[in-house]
C-alpha cells in the first residue's frame, strides 16, 4: 500500500463551492468556472499516490494548484471533495485533537519563505515542533543541536532568523522540519527563493539526507531541472489537473500534452537521461556488425553526459552494462543522437 | 453546537444536514421576510412619529397653503420644508430610557465608581507622598529598562520630569493626578481593548459588529459622554476615567486586531503544520509578533487619555487641564500656557515610556530590518 493515497480531490475556492463543484466534476475548465461562477478552481479530480520512502516532485507553473496540493496533506486547506489517505489512514475523518496529534507526529513542512519565527532564536525555531509536542527545554535543546549540526549551522545558535542569509535560514526551516523526526516530509517551493548556487547546494544536502533518512518527500516546484534532479517520481499539475505523473525519464521521453512538452522543451537530456533508457536490448540489436575495438562499457545508471564525448570522439558503440558486468544492450552515435534531438524520441524514431 | 462537535459528523452527514436546512427555509424566503419586517418597521416609525409630534397639519390644505418654486417647478410647502410632522420621538425615548436606566441600574455604576475612586486615591496617594526626586529617579529607572538602556532617551526624559515641577511647584501634584488618572485609564482599555481586539482579529463576525461601536466611540463628541458621566459617576475623576476609556480604547483595539492580522500568513502556516493548538498559537506566535502594534496602539492610548483629561478638567476633573481652565478663565495667558507647557513635557514623558518599548521589541520582529 502506498504511503500517500489522493483520491479524486477537488478544491473550489469562493462562496458556495458545494454548489460549483458539480460543474467542475462535469468536466468546466478554470476559467470557464471562473468566468461563470467567479469561483477558482484549485484542484480539479486529482489522484495520485505517493509511496514510502520516495521523493515525489510536484511541478507546475504558478497558479497550477501545487500549493494547494501540498496544504492538503496536513489539512491546512480542507478539499472541497474526495479523500486523503495516510498510513491507510483517512485523514478527512479526523476530528480536530486528531489532527492535531496528527500533524504534531506525522508529518511536518518547509516553506518557501521559510516561515521561521522571526522572535525566536534559531534553536528556539528548530525545537518548535517539539515544543508543541510538549518536550521539555533541555530534550528540545539537545535534538535541535544535533539538527544544527546536522545541517551545518554551528555557532548560529543564539542568532535570530533575520541576522541570516536566505540559504541559512532554510537550512534552519530544513532542520526544524527534521527535528519531529516526521515520516513525511512537505517541502514547498522550499528552494525557490534561494540563489542558484545557494539552491544547487541545498539540493546536494537535500539529497545526502534523504540518502540517510529515506522520508517520504512531496517537493513543490517550478524549476524542471531541480524536480529532475530530485525527483523519484514527478507529478505535472495544469490548471489544478494532473496532467501526467511518472519517473523523469517518463515525462522526459513521453510527455503527454503540450503543456508537457513545453516544459520539457529546454531540459538538458544528456545531464537527465541514463543509458538505459535510451540503449536497445540486446536481444533487440544485431552485435555482429560492430567493432570491438570501438566499443566502451558503460553502467546502466549512469547518465548520457559522462559517455558522450568517447561516442563523439570514436563514433563508438556503448555496451551497456548492469552492476554485476552482464550486457544488457547497446547505444549506437545514431541511437544517441535521437535521444538527445529536442523534437521528441517517439517522433524522430518515427521519422528515422 | 461547538466547532468540535461539528468536526466530529462524518462528512456526508454534516452535507445533507446543511441540504435539510437549506431546503427547509429557502435564502429567498428568509430574505423576502426581512425585508417585508424592514418595510412595516420603517412604515410603523412613521405613523408613530406623526402621532408624537405636536405640530401637526390641521387640514389638506394647509400642506398645500404656500407655493415654492424648486428649479422653476411650483412646489407645495410640505415638499420644500422638512414638514414637522415627520419627526421620530428618538429623543423622547432615550430620555425615557436614560432616566429608567438610571434608577434600575444606578448601584451598579456607583459600586463601579466607588472601586475606581478607592484604587484612584490610593495610588495618587502613594505617588503624591513619595519624595520628588525618588518619582523623578523611578521615572528615569523605568524609561532605562523600556528603551534599551538607551542613555540619550532617558536623561531627556529625566530632564522633562524635572521640568514639570520646575515650571511651577503646584503642578508636580496636579501632573502626578493626571498621569494616575491616564494610568488607571490604559489599565482598563488594555484589560478590556486587547481581548477584544484578539476577538475581532479570529472572527469576521465579531469584527463587523464592534467596528460600528468603534467608530461611534470616536466620533461621538466627548460631552455627549462627559455630561451623562456626571450624572452616572459623580464628578471628578471617575467620568473622566470612564471618558478615557470611550475615547482612547478603539485605537487599542484597532491595532491589537490589526497587528494580529498582518503576522506573517506563512508563519502562522507553519505554526499549523506543526500542530500548533489555538492558545498555542495565541500566545505563542501571534500575541508576540503583534506586539510591536499592540505598543504602538497603547502609546496612541496614552495619547489620547493624556488629551481626554485635559478635556475632562471642564467637568470639574482636577489635574494639569485644570490648571489652563483656571489661568483661561482668569485671563492670565501667562498661566494657562504654563501649565499647557507642562501637559507637553507629561506627554513627552508618557509618549517616550511607551513608544521605547516598542521600538525595542520592532527591531527584531522586522525581517526587512537586519542589523549588521
Known sequence: ?352 | MTLGAKRNIPKSVRKSMTDLVNNLIPKKLLSLLSRIFGAVALVTLIIVSYFSSKRKPDNIGELFEKWDSFLGIPLPKFLVDWPKWLDTPFMHWINKGWKSFIADYGLIFDAIGYALLRGYTELKGVIVQTPWPIVIMGVIAITYFTSGKKIGTTVFVGFCTFFIGFLNPRFWDKAIETTTMVVIGIAICIIVGIPIGIAMARSEKVRNAILPILDTMQVIPAFCYLIPGIILFGLGAIPAIISIFIYACPPLIRLTDLGIRLVDEEVIEAARSFGASKKQMLLGVQLPLALPNIMQGINQCTMMALAMVVIASMIGTRGLGDEVLLGLQQLNVGAALEAGLAIVLLAIVLDRMTQAYGDKIQERTQPGKKKN
Do not use: W
Open chain 1, 1 to 352: 500500500m502506498s504511503k500517500i493515497e489522493i483520491k479524486n480531490v477537488y478544491k473550489i475556492f469562493g462562496n458556495t463551492p458545494d454548489k460549483v463543484l458539480p460543474m467542475v466534476k462535469e468536466g468546466a475548465n478554470k476559467e470557464e468556472v471562473l468566468e461563470e461562477t467567479g469561483h477558482t478552481v484549485g484542484l480539479d479530480n486529482v489522484t495520485l499516490s505517493i509511496e514510502e520512502g520516495e521523493t515525489f516532485v510536484c511541478m507546475g507553473l504558478s497558479g497550477s494548484g501545487k500549493s494547494t496540493l501540498i496544504r492538503h496533506l496536513n489539512r491546512l486547506i480542507d478539499p472541497t471533495d474526495g479523500d486523503i489517505i495516510i498510513d491507510g489512514k483517512n485523514i478527512m475523518e479526523f476530528d480536530e485533537q486528531q489532527l492535531i496529534d496528527f500533524r504534531k507526529h506525522e508529518l511536518s513542512m518547509v516553506f518557501q519563505r521559510f516561515g521561521l519565527f522571526p522572535h525566536k532564536t534559531v534553536i528556539e525555531n528548530i525545537g518548535y515542533g517539539l515544543e508543541i509536542q510538549g518536550k521539555l527545554m533541555e530534550e528540545r535543546n539537545e535534538i535541535s543541536m544535533m539538527q544544527i549540526e546536522a545541517v551545518g549551522l554551528q555557532g548560529f545558535e543564539n542568532q535570530y532568523p533575520n541576522q541570516l542569509s536566505g540559504g541559512m535560514q532554510q537550512r534552519v526551516g530544513l532542520a526544524r522540519a527534521l527535528a519531529t523526526n516526521p515520516e513525511i516530509l512537505l517541502m514547498d517551493e522550499a528552494f525557490s527563493a534561494l540563489d542558484p548556487l545557494i539552491r544547487s547546494d541545498m539540493q546536494q544536502q537535500l539529497i545526502e539526507l534523504q540518502a540517510k533518512l529515506k522520508k517520504t518527500i512531496v517537493f513543490i516546484t517550478h524549476d524542471l531541472d531541480e524536480s529532475l534532479r530530485l525527483g523519484d517520481h514527478i507529478g505535472i499539475l495544469n490548471g489544478g489537473r494532473l496532467v501526467q505523473a511518472g519517473t523523469p525519464e517518463q515525462i522526459i521521453m513521453s510527455p503527454a500534452d503540450d503543456y508537457v512538452k513545453a516544459f520539457v522543451k529546454d531540459v538538458n537530456r544528456a545531464k537527465v537521461l541514463k543509458a538505459k533508457t535510451v540503449m536497445v536490448r540486446a536481444n533487440e540489436f544485431d552485435s555482429n556488425n560492430i567493432k570491438l575495438s570501438d566499443t566502451y562499457k558503460v553502467n546502466e545508471n549512469v547518465y548520457i553526459e559522462e559517455f558522450l564525448p568517447k561516442v563523439l570522439a570514436n563514433n563508438s558503440t556503448i555496451i551497456v552494462v548492469d552492476n554485476k558486468g552482464n550486457t544488457k544492450g547497446y547505444i549506437t552515435a545514431k541511437q544517441l543522437s535521437i535521444s538527445l534531438s529536442k523534437t521528441g524520441y517517439n517522433e524522430s524514431s518515427k521519422t528515422s
